[in-house]
C-alpha cells in the first residue's frame, strides 16, 4: 500500500505555553507536520473577556484549517474552557482536541485528598472548570489558586528572571499553606516552569500535566490503527515544524 500523506496538525496558544504540549505530541506522532501559532501580540489571554479569547480562536482556528490541517489542537487551558464549544459548532466535521486541568486525575493521585489548582482567572472562572471540579471532586477539597501574571512572567522570563522567580516564590508558599499534597498545572504555560516549582515544594507534592494525555489523544484521532500507546519507529523521518508568532 502507498504510504499515506503526514498527519497535519495545527497548534495554537496565547503565547509559548502550548510549547510544552507541542513536544508530548512531536513524541507520540514524530513524522506529523506540526504549525504553531503563538499569538504573543496579545498573550496573556487570562484576564481577557470570554467573548475575546472565542473570537480569537475562531480567527487563529481557522487560518489553521485553511492552511489544510488535519486537527487542530487548542493548547491553551482558557481557550478550551471558553471557545472550543465555538470552534466545534462553525467546523463539524474537523477534528478539535483541546487541553482541561487534569482534576480527575489530581484527586486520583492525593494521598491526603486535597488537591490544589494553579490557573489563569479566565480558566476558573469558566463554567467548563466548575463542571470538572464538580464531577470529579468526591471526597477530595480542591482549592482553586488564581495565579494571575504567571503566564506572562514566564513569557518575559528570559529577560526578567527575578520577577518570575519571586511569582513562584509567592506561590509555592501558597500552595504550601494550602496543605494540598497534589497540584494541577491548569494553564499549558506552567510545566515550562514544573522543575522550579517542584524545587520549591519539596518531593512530597505531586504535580499533575495533562500533556501526555491530550498527546495520546491526538494520537488516537489521526493515528490510523496504530495504537495510542505506540511509538514510531526511531528511524522514522521527523515531519517538519513551523512556528508563527503574531508579534
Given amino acids: 500500500a502507498p504510504d499515506r500523506a503526514p498527519d497535519r496538525i495545527g497548534i495554537f496558544d496565547s503565547g509559548i505555553g502550548g510549547l510544552s504540549v507541542l513536544r508530548a505530541v512531536r513524541a507520540h506522532l514524530p513524522t506529523a507536520t506540526l504549525t504553531y501559532i503563538a499569538d504573543s501580540r496579545h498573550t496573556p489571554w487570562g484576564e481577557r473577556s ?49 487541553v482541561e486541568p487534569g482534576i480527575k486525575p489530581a484527586v ?17 472562572r469558566s463554567p467548563r472548570l466548575q463542571q470538572l471540579v464538580q464531577a470529579h471532586v468526591g471526597r477530595a477539597q480542591v482549592l482553586q489558586l488564581p495565579c494571575p501574571g504567571l503566564a506572562e512572567a514566564i513569557e518575559a522570563s528570559g529577560d526578567h528572571p527575578t520577577a518570575l522567580a519571586a511569582r513562584l516564590d509567592q ?26 516549582l517542584q524545587q520549591r515544594l519539596g518531593a512530597g507534592i505531586t504535580l499533575i500535566d495533562t500533556a501526555e494525555a491530550v498527546a495520546r489523544r491526538v494520537h488516537s484521532l489521526l493515528g490510523g490503527s496504530t495504537t495510542s500507546t505506540t511509538r514510531a519507529p526511531t528511524n522514522a523521518t521527523p515531519g517538519s515544524l513551523r512556528l508563527y508568532s503574531t508579534a
Avoid at 486537527?71 to 477534528?95: D, E, F, K, S, Y
Avoid at 508558599?173 to 522543575?195: E, K, N
Fill in 171 to 196: 506561590i509555592s508558599a501558597a500552595l504550601r499553606a494550602s496543605g494540598a499534597d497534589t497540584v494541577v498545572l491548569g494553564c499549558t504555560h506552567y510545566p515550562l516552569v514544573a522543575a522550579a
Fill in 108 to 124: 486520583a493521585a492525593s494521598r491526603n485528598h486535597r488537591v490544589a489548582v494553579m490557573a489563569t482567572t479566565g480558566t476558573l
Fill in 50 to 98: 470570554a467573548a475575546w479569547v472565542s473570537a480569537r480562536c475562531l480567527q487563529l482556528a481557522g487560518w489553521l484549517i485553511g492552511d489544510g490541517c488535519d486537527l487542530v489542537l487548542v493548547a491553551c487551558n482558557t481557550a478550551t474552557t471558553q471557545a472550543i464549544a465555538a470552534l466545534r459548532t462553525r467546523w463539524p466535521g474537523q477534528h478539535f482536541v483541546g
